[in-house]
């Protein structure tokens, strides 16, 4: 069956502009995850989403970062005003319930110039 | 705070070369605890969960196991197709959202 799928795959911007990072979680699915992995580093959290409920944004680094999961399906990441810290790659898991394995995706590589 | 290290952080096996990873974690109780293999420019991909002090789990060459403070992916007779960093992660049930927390990963050669 499909697994998780992200996009793009890869992006290069500038400092500065804003991006959106798109998540695709595995059909019904009901938890979803954001992830950022930077070289050399463990998995940082940064957004948790739990069916209808409020999403758990305690990870999140700073306001510039946002996110949102449509219908409960579908999530978007949004960086805005990026900085060149911002450049690592971006996960997505999304799981069958919370304490059950996390299936990710291939991630979003985001390098900022 | 909580916390998952992971030893050793490189380790290079002659292929046949059976060897151990280790996943100590200070998390306060623990809801799971989960092991990941991750290839370059993939994301990781899940291999075990494990739940209570005692439990086993394998799969081909690779074997975790779980003691109340750590636990160990054993690998037999390792082969080349075997290279990957090897990522753990606990699950504590005291954080709001059952966050994970992930070690930072042993990276694993093995050479033919």
């Known amino acids: 069956g499909a697994g998780v799928s992200q996009s793009p795959s890869n992006k290069v911007t500038e400092k500065g502009k804003d991006v959106e990072l798109r998540c695709d979680p595995i059909s019904g699915h009901t938890a979803l995850y954001w992830y950022r992995q930077s070289l050399g580093q463990g998995l940082e959290f940064l957004i948790y989403?739990?069916?209808?409920?409020?999403?758990?944004k305690s990870g999140l680094p700073s306001d510039r970062f946002s996110a949102e999961r449509t219908g409960g399906s579908v999530s978007t990441l949004t960086i805005q005003r990026t900085q060149q810290e911002d450049s690592a790659v971006y996960l997505c898991?999304?799981?069958?319930?919370?304490?059950?394995?996390?299936?990710f995706g291939d991630g979003t590589r985001l390098s900022i110039l | 705070e909580d916390q998952v290290t992971q030893s050793p952080e490189a380790l290079r096996l002659q292929e046949g070369e059976s060897s151990s990873l280790n996943c100590s974690y200070t998390v306060s109780g623990l809801r799971g605890l989960f092991w990941y293999r991750q290839d370059p420019g993939k994301g990781p991909e899940f291999l075990f969960t494990l739940y209570s002090a005692g439990e086993e789990k394998e799969k081909e060459r690779l074997k975790a196991t779980l003691t109340k403070k750590e636990s160990f992916l054993h690998i037999t007779a390792p082969k080349p197709e075997d290279s990957a960093t090897y990522l753990c992660?606990?699950?504590?049930?005291?954080?709001?959202?059952?966050?994970?927390?992930f070690g930072t990963g042993t990276s694993l050669t093995v050479i033919p």
């Open positions: 898991a999304s799981s069958l319930g919370t304490n059950q394995p996390q299936h």
């Open positions: 989403f739990q069916g209808n409920s409020a999403p758990d």
């Open positions: 992660a606990v699950q504590s049930p005291y954080t709001a959202s059952n966050q994970f927390y």
